[in-house]
T-cell receptor
Framework: GENVEQHPSTLSVQEGDSAVIKCTYS??????FPWYKQELGKGPQLIID?????GEKKDQRIAVTLNKTAKHFSLHITETQPEDSAVYFC????????????FGSGTRLQVQP | DTGVSQNPRHKITKRGQNVTFRCDPI?????LYWYRQTLGQGPEFLTY????????KSRLLSDRFSAERPKGSFSTLEIQRTEQGDSAMYLC??????????????FGPGTRLLVL
């Protein structure tokens, strides 16, 4: 099955700075990579996803890049704001063709005002 | 609110008791998932339904766990003879899909279980 590793586990930035979170995966057949944001006491919320037929996707201050050769993908948040503070999870399909997702261990992002 | 809903939001039980959680997916979503999340970890997949058929089950889903989706709408997750190690957040997600394409899974707020 898929193995997803996520780094760093904690990240503290100043408001307005950029934040980058990186994930690696093991199954070269994986073709879908979502990123979720989880606030305290809430369920994960999808913020952006990317499929293996593109290398980069942007949505306002958030972008995701995918390097299929190296089997890693990254979340980029620019102009961070205090409300970006949360735990972020990357994920990938547990096995090609399966519906289950395997999640990384999470990154706690703290944006200092 | 048209998102995924879960009930109860919190459950405290004594070891050995049975508990049941309910998940109502987004209307018309044909796929429904259960995940478990322990403190400081990412969600771990438990099981997945397409309509009323349970198509995938994780090794985490021991014999004490059973999930149903009898009419292809809401789902229940039952844990029998609870153990302290069952303490976790139980998350439900749903999606709308009709092929091999991996579609977005939308999560509910979760049910936090504490086994004393």
């Amino acid at each position: 099955g898929e193995n997803v590793e996520q780094h760093p586990s904690t990240l503290s930035v100043q408001e307005g700075d950029s934040a980058v979170i990186k994930c690696t995966y093991s199954d070269s057949a994986s073709n879908y990579f979502p990123w979720y944001k989880q606030e305290l006491g809430k369920g994960p919320q999808l913020i952006i996803d990317i499929r293996s037929n593109v290398g980069e996707k942007k949505d306002q201050r958030i972008a995701v890049t995918l390097n299929k050769t190296a089997k890693h993908f990254s979340l980029h948040i620019t102009e961070t704001q205090p409300e970006d503070s949360a735990v972020y999870f990357c994920a990938a399909p547990s096995k090609a063709g399966r519906r289950a997702l395997t999640f990384g261990s999470g990154t706690r992002l703290q944006v200092q005002p | 609110d048209t998102g995924v809903s879960q009930n109860p939001r919190h459950k405290i039980t004594k070891r050995g008791q049975n508990v049941t959680f309910r998940c109502d997916p987004i209307s018309e979503h044909n796929r429904l998932y259960w995940y478990r999340q322990t403190l400081g970890q990412g969600p771990e997949f438990l099981t997945y339904f397409q309509n009323e058929a349970q198509l995938e089950k994780s090794r985490l889903l021991s014999d004490r766990f059973s999930a149903e989706r009898p009419k292809g709408s809401f789902s229940t997750l039952e844990i029998q003879r609870t153990e302290q190690g069952d303490s976790a957040m139980y998350l439900c997600a749903s999606s709308l899909g009709d092929g091999a394409y991996q579609e977005t899974q939308y999560f509910g707020p979760g049910t936090r279980l504490l086994v004393l």
